[in-house]
């Protein structure tokens, strides 16, 4: 009577024992959450001429700072511009002076799909200073810039010159990565970059021409102009890396296997389903609440 007295709380004890284990497999094996993404979504940036020059008319009693943008366009929002000419008011006579004009001009910059990318082109180009105008500052044929950033590759930067390249009147070679100096009497000198480009673990930066310009035609001081001119630019930064969401249930909860069985013969490593860490958690309780219980039937028994 004893005997049959403990036997079935000791089962019942086994089983709450069981249940419990079952419903609290989660909380101790801490599944893993979403994970979720952080840092920008990414930059880019394209201008076909920049200016930055200081201009100064009649021995230096006027001062106009000579600041032009043409087609200058940024992203994350996708944006482009194919404007063909670039004026400066009020160092003419009062007439609008033409900087730049050319057959193609074009500036593109887009963010999208975790890749920023910005483009430049300008074809058939002829730039103007103060000073000079009948006689070009520099002419090229074309010229075109690219700067590439695409999450988890590395950003690219290049530029390209086709066709030839006249400053003050003197055609010039010029070697990628190099500087030319061209100085012409009378006139002024001028230095240019060709094709510098810059790269990081994350941004890129293109440009195809960068000039530095001190010009004053018979140093008369009737126009001193001094500065810097930039030709097809193009920069961009790389977006943040797109989030990976874990599925709830993947994650590897590590080799749990009820005591007793043979090391080879674990659920885990015969490809057992999701819940196998839950069962096997359980059947360690199971035993172990059992055999509390019959050690308490034993003693209640005696």
Do not use: W
């Amino acid at each position: 009577m004893n005997g049959n007295t403990f036997r079935m709380p000791a089962r019942r004890l086994a089983t709450v024992a069981t249940a419990t284990a079952l419903t609290a497999g989660p909380a101790v094996l801490g599944l893993a959450g979403p994970a979720h993404a952080t840092g920008d979504e990414g930059r880019a940036s394209a201008v076909v001429l920049r200016t930055g020059l200081d201009v100064n008319l009649l021995n230096k009693t006027v001062n106009v700072p000579l600041a032009v943008s043409l087609n200058e366009v940024r992203a994350p929002q996708s944006a482009d511009k194919a404007t063909l000419t670039a004026e400066l008011n009020g160092v003419d006579g009062g007439k609008p002076f033409s900087v730049l004009s050319a057959q193609a001009a074009a500036a593109k910059a887009t963010v999208a799909h975790g890749k920023a990318e910005a483009y430049t082109r300008l074809a058939h180009a002829k730039v103007h200073v103060p000073g000079l105008p009948l006689l070009s500052l520099i002419e090229v044929g074309q010229v075109t810039s690219r700067a590439t950033c695409e999450a988890g590759e590395k950003p690219t930067a290049s530029s390209n010159l086709l066709g030839d390249v006249t400053v003050l009147g003197k055609k010039v070679t010029l070697t990628a990565g190099g500087t030319t100096n061209v100085r012409v009497p009378g006139v002024g000198e001028v230095r240019l970059d060709y094709s510098k480009t810059e790269t990081t673990s994350r941004t890129a930066a293109a440009t195809a021409l960068e000039l530095k310009i001190a010009v004053n035609p018979l140093k008369l001081n009737v126009a001193d102009v001094e500065g810097t001119l930039t030709l097809a630019k193009a920069t961009c930064e790389t977006p943040a890396a797109p989030a990976r969401q874990a599925a709830p249930g993947t994650d590897p909860a590590g080799d749990v296997k009820p005591q007793g069985e043979p090391a080879g013969d674990g659920l885990a490593e015969t490809g057992g389903s999701s819940m196998t860490p839950y069962l096997a958690g359980g059947a360690v309780a199971l035993l172990l609440a059992g055999g509390g219980a019959v050690a308490f039937a034993r003693r209640s028994r005696g």
